[in-house]
């Protein structure tokens, strides 16, 4: 048995070594659990997504000692080009270049821009940080926060914000176990 900690389907090897069990004739099970993505989001009360606001997740890293991993058209400054909400595994080591091609380099994303660094998430000395791009290096470095840390980074978390709801609760919204009453206007 081989026992993986953090996300076993992101930033791991575990394509080669599902590769060398399949060439050994060795079974293998992946048990799926939670991820810190998630984990992250849970513990900071926040969602990743809010209609109106964001509907995209993008999952990267900063590749600084494993640049040779990342392909060269996947940029932090494209990541972010996506909008939404950008989830950075890895990463808390460079978080002044973070900040710096987030906010002065071509994502031009603002300063106020609401940040969660979610610190050894799960784990019982688990810490949840809030702040912005334009305090995160003092808040992350006054903390202490190290490599067990993920960020999280978006207006969707910003907890200030007025509540955009989803259609789905909505009374003229018809799902598979309702029909929508209809207020007399298509669409």
């Given at each position: 048995?081989?026992?993986?900690?953090?996300?076993?389907?992101?930033?791991?090897?575990?394509?080669?070594?599902?590769?060398?069990?399949?060439?050994?004739?060795?079974?293998?099970?992946?048990?799926?659990?939670?991820?810190?993505?998630?984990a992250a989001a849970a513990a900071a009360g926040c969602a990743l997504t809010v209609p109106g606001v964001a509907q995209t997740v993008?999952?990267?890293?900063?590749?600084?000692?494993?640049?040779?991993?990342?392909?060269?058209?996947?940029?932090?400054?494209?990541?972010?080009?996506?909008?939404?909400?950008?989830?950075?595994?890895?990463?808390?080591?460079?978080?002044?270049?973070?900040?710096?091609?987030?906010?002065?380099?071509?994502?031009?994303?603002?300063?106020?821009?609401?940040?969660?660094?979610?610190?050894?998430?799960?784990?019982?000395?688990?810490?949840?940080?809030?702040?912005?791009?334009?305090?995160?290096?003092?808040?992350?470095?006054?903390?202490?926060?190290?490599?067990?840390?993920?960020?999280?980074?978006?207006?969707?978390?910003?907890?200030?914000?007025?509540?955009?709801?989803?259609?789905?609760?909505?009374?003229?919204?018809?799902?598979?176990?309702?029909?929508?009453?209809?207020?007399?206007?298509?669409?």
């Amino acid at each position: 048995m081989r026992l993986h900690s953090g996300d076993t389907s992101i930033y791991s090897a575990i394509a080669e070594q599902i590769d060398w069990c399949r060439r050994n004739d060795r079974d293998v099970e992946i048990v799926p659990g939670v991820t810190s993505m998630a984990a992250a989001a849970a513990a900071a009360g926040c969602a990743l997504t809010v209609p109106g606001v964001a509907q995209t997740v993008v999952m990267t890293r900063l590749a600084k000692r494993t640049s040779a991993s990342m392909p060269p058209a996947e940029t932090l400054a494209g990541a972010a080009a996506a909008g939404g909400t950008l989830v950075l595994f890895l990463s808390i080591g460079h978080v002044r270049a973070i900040v710096t091609e987030l906010v002065d380099g071509p994502a031009q994303m603002a300063p106020e821009t609401p940040v969660v660094a979610a610190h050894r998430v799960s784990w019982p000395d688990e810490r949840i940080l809030h702040t912005t791009l334009g305090d995160l290096v003092t808040d992350v470095e006054t903390a202490g926060f190290d490599a067990a840390t993920i960020l999280l980074i978006g207006p969707a978390l910003a907890s200030a914000a007025p509540p955009r709801h989803s259609h789905v609760y909505a009374a003229a919204y018809t799902t598979r176990f309702r029909d929508g009453a209809h207020s007399g206007t298509d669409g």
